[in-house]
């Protein structure tokens, strides 16, 4: 046989319980002419025994090296990949069976170089993974600015469902930076370098993002924190979208400051943003026709904007000061 069309590479670091379901998803594919390569970042608590268990339904490669980053670790797994084309993602992902079959009935349409594919919340998920997932998504936040069909040739894919050939591994040396937006530092490479990158919108999968508010409030601190890593080396690449939530924290804040100017201001106020977060749990119940969604949907979308705004600022901050 030659090499598989495909290589799967997913970098994971203490979550067996995580790989276990994707790679569980990734048997019950409907196009099965692919690979996966787990790269072991330096954990803990290993994979090895989940590795061991898929080895027999799954042509599985299991790579052991220090920590360093999840860029760095899917570089590790280029390296090692023999398909025509590299697929990253993220340990905490499930795929629809029919994932690849979608990827390659778009290629045959319209052919690229890179792609993305859009994230799901499913309905296995708890109830607070379903109103993260829809607040990651919605364009009542900053879910809406990811692009769409429309905007093949500077869609920005992100690395928990990223496809690339392998051309472009040859030719960009892959990631960059180790974490926080090396996705997006990687996109911007790429078109830079003239490649077609594109989002294929049927190639999704469900991603369950945290558990809880709080391990979310650290992972979008971090994307802020990218945003803003993004900026100090791409200055163009940062846009007034990507500031809402930095704004959105200032503007909660001068919310309560006016309560100490005019109690008259201070209600207008408050009453904007109580109308903005019913907005939300309204959307949120007629995308997902859950109640308990849509009322976590509430606390997840003021999570998701001031850990993204914090962390954004902090870094910009840190810009400023020359540090």
């Known amino acids: 046989m030659g090499n598989p069309k495909f290589s799967v590479v997913v970098p994971v670091y203490n979550r067996p319980e995580e790989l276990s379901e994707l790679l ?41 090296k220090p920590n360093s980053g999840p860029g760095p670790s899917r570089n590790v797994g280029f390296q090692h990949a023999a398909g025509e084309y590299f697929v990253v993602f993220d340990s905490d992902c499930i795929l629809p069976p029919t ?11 319209t052919p690229l170089d890179a792609w993305g594919g859009p994230d ?38 992100r690395s928990f469902n990223m496809g690339i050939s392998r051309r472009v591994f040859e030719q960009t040396g892959g990631f960059e930076f180790d974490r926080y937006a090396e996705d997006i530092e990687f996109s911007i490479r790429m078109k830079q ?6 989002l294929i919108p049927d190639a999704f999968v469900y991603h369950k993002r945290r558990t809880s508010l709080g391990q979310f409030y650290k992972q979008v601190f971090n994307f802020g924190r ?55 749990f309204l959307h949120a119940l007629l995308t997902d026709k859950n109640l308990a969604v849509a009322l ?27 540090k």
């Open 24 to 64: 569980a998803s990734l048997t019950r594919q409907t196009f099965q002419d692919f690979e996966v390569i787990v790269v072991e970042d330096g954990s803990t608590l290993t994979s090895k025994k989940v590795v061991d268990d898929y080895s027999p339904v799954l042509k599985l490669r299991y790579i052991v």
């Open 99 to 109: 994932y690849f079959d979608a990827v390659l009935t778009f290629l045959s349409e």
């Open 120 to 157: 799901r919340a499913h309905q296995d998920f708890t109830i607070l993974q379903r109103a993260m997932g829809y607040t990651m998504s919605s364009p009542l936040t900053t879910g809406g600015i990811r692009g769409g069909k429309k905007h093949v040739g500077w869609f920005q894919p």
């Open 193 to 198: 370098k003239g490649f077609r990158v594109g």
């Open 226 to 280: 990218g945003r803003a890593l993004i900026g100090k080396k791409y200055p163009g690449e940062v846009k007034l979208t990507h500031w809402f939530p930095a704004m959105f924290v200032l503007g909660v804040i001068l919310v309560f400051a006016l309560a100490l100017i005019s109690q008259f201001l201070f209600l207008i106020a408050i009453s904007g943003l109580i109308i903005y977060l019913f907005a939300i």
């Open 296 to 322: 976590f949907s509430i606390p997840s979308v003021l999570v998701q904007f001031f850990g993204y705004g914090l962390g954004f600022l902090q870094e910009r901050l840190k810009t400023y000061s020359g």
